[in-house]
């Protein structure tokens, strides 16, 4: 369970891995319901830090704290969550170097390991075992806000970098991604009939405007961001409306919405004329669908797979753009009153 622990904090924390090891007995602070992480900047000599983690990272650690005290272990090395297993340690808490070799020992260990996209003949590819050592969870910890449209002077705090440079180079991988994903699905963008529309790089991004079931090139809506629909987001209808698989969830989603809204205009006994709108927007979007999956399913494999993959970024940054975060961001410790 120790060593479970240690992994659950390297992936969820992003901190370094002496930060872990040495983390102290009593590391967790509870404010306003939320629960923080208290540690200690090593590299920096920044001391009783304060990072918000989720509950289910909090319960692992008090699941430790709780099966700690059953451990026959020197007195001595009771100030840190995780001790030293022997009084010959040169230290009193946790060794990294343990952490690695513990870790690199669980991950040959696994049977197999696959990496995103599969080869020329559908199958998985193998995972690169040496990407796997603790340090990486800290670049995973921070790519994954960067990714997740976290700002960055609070990804900053979060990472307790002294520079802003060095956070922002995630952000920098992060819009690389974007791009790569924009020039994978600009080639299977379709009209509102689900026959190919085929656009550049270029104009997917900057003549077209995200809107919640596909791209929009309708220009006044284009200029206004997307808040500004001449026929009010009725896309299955608009000849301007440029889907692509990335929207595929959304458009399957909104098929279910339209449904229970026809459903709801029936038992209301609506007039025929709305329930028909609804009725001819349902098959639309159906046609849609059915047409972009059916051309997926006649790609190649490793194909397919590159599509998946960058819709699956794409959805994720439109995401980011489209909801408000969570006010995550470092606490000071507390001042003793003068």
Known sequence: MLYQTVYILLRDTGRRPLEIAALPHHCLETTHGQTSLIWNN?????????????????????????????????????????????????????????????????????PALHAEGVDAHGRPL????????????????????????????????????????MTQRYYQVSLKRKRAAVATLSTHVVDRLG??????TTSYELRSVAVPYGGCTEPSNVKAGGASCPIRFQCAGCGFYRPDPSYLPAIEQHINELRADRETAQAMNAATFVITALSDQITAFEQTVTRMKTRLAAMPAHERQEIEHASTLLRRARAASHHTLLPLTTTDPPQSPS
Do not use: C
């Open 195 to 200: 026959q190919p529309a085929p656009s550049t």
């Open 42 to 110: 090593h590299k920096r000599h920044r001391h009783r830090q304060r990072l918000p983690i989720t509950e289910s990272t909090a319960q692992a650690i008090r699941t430790w704290q709780a099966r700690r005290p059953h451990l026959q272990l020197p007195a001595t090395n009771d100030a840190y969550l995780f001790p030293a297993l022997s009084s010959y340690s040169s230290a009193s808490h946790l060794n990294a170097n343990y952490i690695s070799e513990t870790l690199r020992a669980w991950v040959d260990s696994l």
């Open 126 to 165: 193998p995972f690169d075992r040496t990407l796997i050592y603790p340090y990486a969870f800290r670049h995973s910890y921070a790519q994954r806000h960067a990714d997740a449209g976290t700002p960055v002077d609070v990804l900053r705090e979060l990472m307790d970098h002294r520079s802003i440079a």
